[in-house]
């Protein structure tokens, strides 16, 4: 079992930056890819981002490449999403899910966290 929990979540303006942390215990977190993904209440769940277990390659959704940026540490066991140029179409609930890699970028992540909101003013 693995356990995620997200932080850093909070109210920005257009064109501001936050950072969000993903942070595991259990299960070594290192074997897994882990992902972000959002989601806004009535829609379904979109994927953010993605980074394999060694933290060198990772895969962006279109609406998000070079805003953001996922990166991990696994010594301290947490994935952190710079996102920076937020608009306001990025607010939504913030998610971090782990798995394996081809899992995580379809959609299908062996662990969830709660996620964090996450909102964009105007």
């Known amino acids: 079992q693995v356990q995620l929990v997200e932080s850093g979540g909070g109210l920005v303006q257009a064109g501001g930056s936050l950072r969000l942390s993903c942070a595991a215990s259990?299960?070594?977190?290192?074997?897994?890819?882990v992902g972000w993904f959002r989601q806004v209440p009535g829609k379904e769940r979109e994927f953010v981002a993605a980074?394999?277990?060694?933290?060198?390659?990772?895969y962006y959704a279109d609406s998000v490449k070079d805003r953001f940026t996922i990166s991990r540490d696994n010594a301290e066991n947490t994935v952190y999403l710079q996102m920076n140029g937020l608009k306001l179409e990025d607010t939504a609930v913030y998610y971090c899910?782990?798995?394996?890699?081809?899992?995580?970028?379809?959609?299908?992540?062996?662990?969830w966290g709660q996620g964090t909101q996450v909102t964009v003013s105007s």
């Open positions: 899910a782990a798995g394996p890699y081809w899992g995580i970028v379809a959609g299908r992540g062996d662990y």
């Open positions: 259990g299960r070594t977190f290192s074997d897994y890819a």
């Open positions: 980074i394999r277990w060694s933290g060198r390659h990772s």
